[in-house]
């Protein structure tokens, strides 16, 4: 069986809107980033070979869902991870098992690995490994919840393992092995009830000491008090005139323009080409002056 290609187009159900958000994918996407990083060393240390993974995608599912996209047959280790309620899976695919099984035990990694249950010895090679990789993901998770991963069980086929209903909604992340040339997907699944807490609390602003708000406060006056002593230029001017242009190159010193601008009208009051107040025309002694006066529309 073949897994189900991302490229394929995927059924959006009104009836259940998406309920992991953009912030919450983000904050999982920084974690598992770094928990792709540090799986990469293990690998790589354990494997004596060039290994790398990384974080392909993150999507909302059901557990039903989410189970059809595995193989028939894979590597299913399912964990906890108190507090978090529910259990969780790590599933790699069968070859990517074997060939690390084979490279762990001193053998080259060949292509043609066997797909079937492992021995007892090759089980507790691997269990070692993942004890490892899970433990990488306890560090990784600990901006988000401080988590206590614990292998409970292992399955071959994704139908038996019974860790959720099939309703349930899940937070599925899918992750690219590659050893060496080869590359497998690697996908992990926590269920969303259990991480939604953790994830609101994470996201939520760091609390404000009495200190702290004062000096935001004070800044803040210091702010508003600068912004009223910044000079600006402002101007009062009349509506404008249209002139033909055969009347404005016959202009001469000492000539009278009739201005659009009605005696009744009030001046214009502009800063940076913004109207923001009108004016009717006065003195102030012997200089030229502007009252702020309302208009009808800005009394009513």
Known sequence: MTRRSSAEPVLYDFRRPIQLSREHSRMLQVALDGFCRLATTVFTSSLRTVCSVSLTGIEQSTYSEY??????????????AEPLL???VLEVPLRAVM????????????????ERPLTEIETSVVRGLLERLLGELRYSLAPIVSCEPII????YSPQFAQVAGAADVMVAMRLELRIGERAFEMTMCMPFSGLLPH????????PVSDRERAQRAQSAAKLRDQFQRVPVDVSVRLRPTTLA????AALQPGDAIRLNHPSSAPLEVVVDGINFAHATAGTSGFRLAALIVDTPKETQ
């Open 67 to 80: 189970v059809d996209s595995l193989d028939a047959t894979t590597y299913l280790t399912i964990f906890s």
């Open 86 to 88: 529910g259990k969780c």
């Open 199 to 206: 994830m609101i609390r994470a996201a939520a602003p760091a």
């Open 152 to 155: 409970t069980g292992v399955e």
């Open 99 to 114: 060939t690390t099984v084979d490279y762990m035990l001193g053998g080259p990694g060949r292509e043609d690995q066997p």
């Open 245 to 248: 242009p055969p009347d404005l």
